[in-house]
């Protein structure tokens, strides 16, 4: 395994199992200790886990938001599924919307380049990433978050007051039945809300690590939401509470 695909793993499983001893990954990768060792020294440096004694924790264990850095390593297989399936939605010439997002970027990486539609978007990495190809690129505007990103702020609120998109692609830290979508960030939150009211069609990219999770803020019910794609398969309860809101539900994409 090369060390890119080694890394990428151990960020999925110290996610996954919440904490990690050396001993346990060197026997999951298939190589050594001291291997293991210095892919964790690597991560740690990029703040993709927290090193603990004997090895490793989520780096998001410790009450910080995860940043883009270790979303993009997280799930990738899952999200490359997702995407795979979510970009089919994009017709031609539509104004569509993209989410800033690690999941969102897959999906913009797969956007079609053989038909006009132009791409908005709040992330300068998702523009520069379209912007590769022959497509009409707008950014919002605003203030950069750091962790996730993400403009923000009210030059990218009043962006979205003037403007409005066929379709988006949108992403969540949480995703709880009862209580909606969630967001740990305020500025984030209220651009997320803004970015459905002025969409004719909302849909939710997220892995099934976001289920049954919650945080800080909701921005949405899942009624706001029209389509929802993930990798697993979403449980009947939830299941249910989806079909309820009349999300049109496309699951168990890890085998796409």
Do not use: W
């Not at 500025?187 to 945080?215: F, H, P, Y």
């Not at 389509?227 to 890890?254: H, I, K, M, Q, W």
């Amino acid at each position: 395994m090369l060390p890119a695909a080694r890394q990428r793993r151990i960020v999925d499983v110290v996610s996954e199992r919440g904490e990690c001893s050396v001993e346990e990954l060197a026997e999951e990768m298939g190589c050594s200790k001291a291997t293991i060792r210095r892919d964790l020294r690597t991560l740690a440096d990029k703040r993709m886990i927290e090193r603990s004694h004997g090895g490793a924790v989520p780096a998001s264990a410790i009450g910080r938001e995860a940043t883009y850095g270790q979303k993009e390593v997280q799930h990738l297989d899952a999200k490359e599924a997702i995407a795979e399936a979510a970009v089919e939605e994009i017709r031609e010439n539509q104004v569509v919307f993209f989410d800033s997002g690690s999941t969102t970027m897959e999906v913009i990486k797969r956007a079609p380049t053989d038909e006009p539609f132009v791409a908005v978007t709040n992330s300068p990495l998702l523009a520069l990433e379209i912007g590769k190809e022959d497509v009409e690129v707008k950014l919002t505007g605003g203030s950069l978050r750091r962790p996730t990103r993400a403009l923000v702020g009210p030059s990218a609120e009043r962006f979205m007051d003037r403007t409005t998109f066929d379709l988006l692609f949108l992403g969540t830290n949480a995703i709880d039945v009862s209580g909606g979508l969630m967001t740990p960030n305020e500025d984030e939150a209220r651009l997320k809300e803004l970015m459905i009211e002025n969409s004719q069609r909302t849909v939710l990219v997220a892995d099934g690590s976001k289920l049954d999770e919650r945080s800080f803020i909701r921005f949405a019910r899942l009624e706001d939401v029209d389509a929802f794609y993930t990798d697993v398969r979403v449980p009947n309860d939830a299941r249910e509470a989806f079909e309820s809101a009349g999300v049109e539900l496309t699951d168990g994409l890890d085998g796409y």
